[in-house]
């Protein structure tokens, strides 16, 4: 989106700063997302590593251990402890990524309310992974044509009325003349010979 592009538009110098503007927090609010993605990501990364050197720690200790049960059962419960660790963390993450991927397509979406769109929506079917976010789109295009009150959706543009006559092309309208050019005496007076016309 460009100055050209809104002016093309027929859009006045006024109304396009302000959709600059508008535009322009938008991009700093996909940016913070952004930002925060990329921490989560590395954050990611780091606990993995640590959970990965915790469990070569655990198996190195399990083997210098030898026969001594007690510790052989402190060791298991570490291990166990640290599993239950790293999927409480992947959930974690995956519940971050997906929030963060509904609060960018909200925004997309240009929802008035994002929190309001967003507790209609069935986060149990939406998932992230690789290839992307599924089970999102569909969901936004059911509430924007059911409830396309929560969204800032600019009208289709409405065609003008164009009526054109039918049955004899000799009598009634003037077929030369489009209904559009007449003067409210001409379309009156061409309303009184034929109402049918105008229904």
Known sequence: MNRDTLQKFGLSDEQVNQVMAEHGKDLEKSKAVESELEQVKQQNTELTSQIT???KQLKDLSGKAGDDEELQSQIKALQEQNKQSKTDYE???ATLKRDGAIELALREAQAKNPKAVKALLNGDIISVDD???HGLKEQLEQLKESD???FN???EPKPGL???PSGN???GVNAEKNIADMSLEEM????QKNPALFG
Do not use: C
């Not at 009156?188 to 309303?191: D, L, M, P, S, V």
């Open 53 to 55: 050197d915790r469990d």
């Open 91 to 93: 959930a974690n993450i």
């Open 131 to 133: 290839s992307g976010v």
């Open 148 to 150: 396309s009150y929560l």
């Open 153 to 155: 959706i600019e009208p």
């Open 162 to 164: 164009k009526i054109t």
């Open 169 to 171: 092309p000799g009598g």
């Open 188 to 191: 009156t007076a061409e309303y």
